[in-house]
């Protein structure tokens, strides 16, 4: 009930501002997404352990953490498509659960999996959504052009959906986001199982969503590529929110010194064995590009490490620091985070 | 963009309720998987089939003269009646069942849930397109019934109340296959509970009411034919309904027992009526069910 007299306030608030000034600003303290205390549980599997999160309108949000942190729960119960077991998710002003409807209207949501109805041309497929958020057959007319060509698929406006490759698909899937002009949108792996050239592609259309002054919380596995468009991002594990802020401070909270990158002639095993007893070293990641040493000392201990290693007789290839940035800060969360203090 | 969203809200008022996008959705793609003309393809066969062997016994078993019998032409309009009775309860479930779980399973529903169309729009809508599949199915077998009107002795009105009491039936079982449908996550569940529902209304009901006529005449204290509520056992069971369509005598004889001698007391109402009743209150309940459990509820 409190909840319900918490929102008609908002409401009253903005009808009594005549004044447009005064209505944008009481319109900016609505924040667009609150989050307080919000907790899922399945049986006895806990998926969201009392989270708390505020983004401001026109912020873009980055939704940093491992498989099954609880994520897409967060962003599912944003979505109306989930009931939180307590607490409350509010988007505009609108709690999910109360007041579906309203949210719905104002989300523009895709899921990490998503299915097409195979049968529909592109064109169809935007046509039966923007029908379904009931926006009128001249005003689709027109507006579903200037979709198809913000995701690049002008050219397959007659195509079948399922002759459509993964990436075209889920560009279409974001048109169909876009489609009833949504204030908020939720984008859940928007990117995963594309190739570079389609992620890139990916990338550009959020880059023009930002400018356009949309609100968006993203969660991908790109985050390192938006580096630059995201005004802030949120750390989840195991249904917590362990950090969040701007890039740099998640940086200092979790702690990541340094990133070393060793690529040695051969006897890769036995460098990592060697590493793994050596001071300061947090973590070692062995992959085909050579060896990241996760590194918690300063140049005296590198130049050091360097020293015993070529003492030891290991024949290095190279032996760099890594600049760190936010995809070592993910690869820091989502590998399990031993690193993380 | 204000007054735009103030035109949008006024349009879609009157426009849902004439198009709704999820109806032309469903009639769309259903007719445009060659699905759609082999489950046509199969059924006319099927009935087409029947309807020729059928004719084909009754003219060897009358002798083979050139007259043809209106007694018998009555028979086979019995029987294709209830043959199609048949592959209706085998098609409906097969139609519905999975119209709501198969969107789950292809990952399109929850799509379709963040979207304005409410939970009873998308239900019903789907009610209504597989209903509507079903029927251009039926209507389409009408020429395998004009074979027994050239031979006579069926009413023209007896034929449009047994073709209005197959719309009923596949409301009911399309109603039961939408409710398991939207109840359980995967398809192939929700078809065997609706191919066992539907296994009980044709078969159990029928069989309830066996044993409960069996164990009422076997009452030492009742031995003379008397009126008796067992009928309404029967009243569940539609091939029953679809006899007292076709013989209305029949909805006598299931509330007698002990026959022989006349019952004192008539029958309540037809058995079709009763039938109708009964199973409107449930397929009313069965939608509102599924309508409920589309969407995640709040649990208060």
Same mark, same amino acid.
């Given at each position: ?68 942190? =609880? ?21 505009? =002003? ?21 299915? #097409? ?12 959504? =923007? ?29 079948? #959906? ?84 701007? #890039? ?7 702690? #990541? ?38 590194? =918690? ?45 | ?34 699905? /759609? ?54 098609? /409906?479930?097969?139609?519905? /069942? ?107 009901? /029928? ?94």
């Amino acid at each position: 009930m409190s909840k319900n007299s918490e929102i008609e306030i908002i409401n009253v608030d903005l009808q009594q501002n005549t004044d447009g000034e005064t209505k944008e600003a009481a319109d900016r303290e609505v924040p667009m997404i609150e989050i307080k205390q919000l907790r899922k549980v399945f049986g006895s599997f806990q998926a969201l352990k009392s989270i708390d999160l505020t983004i401001p309108k026109g912020t873009v949000f980055g939704f940093v953490g491992p498989n099954g942190a =609880g994520k897409s729960t967060t962003m599912s119960i944003l979505a109306t498509l989930m009931m939180p077991t307590s607490g409350y998710a509010k988007v505009d =002003g609108f709690d999910v659960t109360l007041h579906p409807q309203e949210v719905r209207k104002r989300i523009g949501y895709m899921p990490d999996f998503f299915g #097409v109805y195979d049968q529909f041309k592109t064109v169809e497929y935007l046509h039966f959504y =923007g029908a379904s958020y009931g926006i009128p057959k001249a005003e689709r007319e027109e507006l579903i052009p200037q979709l198809l060509e913000l995701v690049n698929l002008s050219d397959k406006k007659d195509a079948y #959906v399922d002759t459509l490759s993964r990436g075209m698909k889920q560009r279409l899937c974001l048109a169909r986001c876009l489609v009833h002009d949504p204030e908020l949108l939720i984008l859940d792996e928007p990117a995963s199982g594309l190739d570079p050239r389609a992620r890139i592609e990916m990338r550009e259309i959020l880059r023009e969503l930002k400018a356009m002054g949309k609100t968006i919380i993203i969660s991908s596995h790109i985050l390192p590529e938006l580096a630059e468009m995201v005004d802030e991002i949120g750390v989840i594990e195991h249904g917590e929110m362990i950090a969040i802020g701007n #890039v740099a401070d998640i940086q200092n909270k979790l702690r #990541v010194k340094r990133f070393l990158h060793v690529r040695l002639r051969d006897r890769e095993e036995e460098a990592e064995a060697f590493l793994r007893d050596r001071p300061y070293v947090n973590r070692i990641l062995r992959d085909e590009r050579g060896i990241q040493i996760h590194f =918690g000392g300063q140049d005296a201990e590198q130049s050091e490490l360097l020293h015993d290693m070529v003492s030891a007789g290991f024949q290095l290839i190279s032996f760099s620091e890594a600049q760190t940035n936010l995809e070592d800060v993910f690869l820091e969360i989502t590998k399990g985070g031993e690193g993380i203090e | 963009m204000k007054e735009q969203a103030a035109m949008r809200k006024q349009d879609i008022n009157w426009r849902n309720k004439l198009i709704n996008p999820v109806l032309n959705k469903e009639f769309k793609l259903r007719m445009r998987t060659p699905r /759609a003309m082999w489950t046509l393809f199969f059924y006319l066969f099927a009935i087409g089939l029947m309807a020729l062997s059928a004719i084909y016994l009754t003219e060897i078993n009358s002798g083979g003269g050139q007259s043809f019998n209106p007694e018998e032409s009555k028979v086979l309009f019995y029987f294709l009646s209830m043959a199609q009775l048949g592959l209706i309860a085998f098609m /409906a479930p097969g139609l519905t /069942a999975g119209v709501i779980s198969g969107e789950r399973e292809k990952q399109t529903l929850n799509l379709l849930l963040t979207t304005q169309q409410s939970s009873a729009t998308i239900v019903l809508s789907k009610l209504v397109s597989s209903l509507s599949f079903m029927v251009l199915i039926v209507v389409s077998t009408i020429p395998v019934y004009s074979m027994m009107f050239l031979y006579g002795g069926i009413s023209p009105s007896q034929l449009i109340l047994v073709f209005l009491f197959y719309l009923f039936i596949m409301f009911v079982l399309g109603s039961f296959g939408i409710l398991f449908s939207s109840l359980f996550k995967r398809t192939m569940i929700s078809v065997i509970v609706t191919y066992g529902v539907t296994l009980f209304i044709f078969g159990g009901t /029928a069989l309830l009411f066996f044993v409960v006529v069996n164990m009422v005449e076997q009452n030492p204290y009742s031995n003379t034919a008397s009126y008796s509520w067992v009928g309404h056992f029967i009243a569940w069971n539609p091939v029953a309904a679809l006899y007292s369509i076709l013989d209305p005598s029949i909805s006598e004889q299931a509330f007698t027992v002990n026959m022989g001698s006349p019952s004192t007391k008539h029958a309540p109402m037809a058995l079709w009526q009763e039938f109708m009743i009964i199973y409107t209150v449930l397929s009313v309940i069965a939608l509102w069910v599924g309508i409920r459990s589309l969407r995640p509820r709040l649990k208060l």
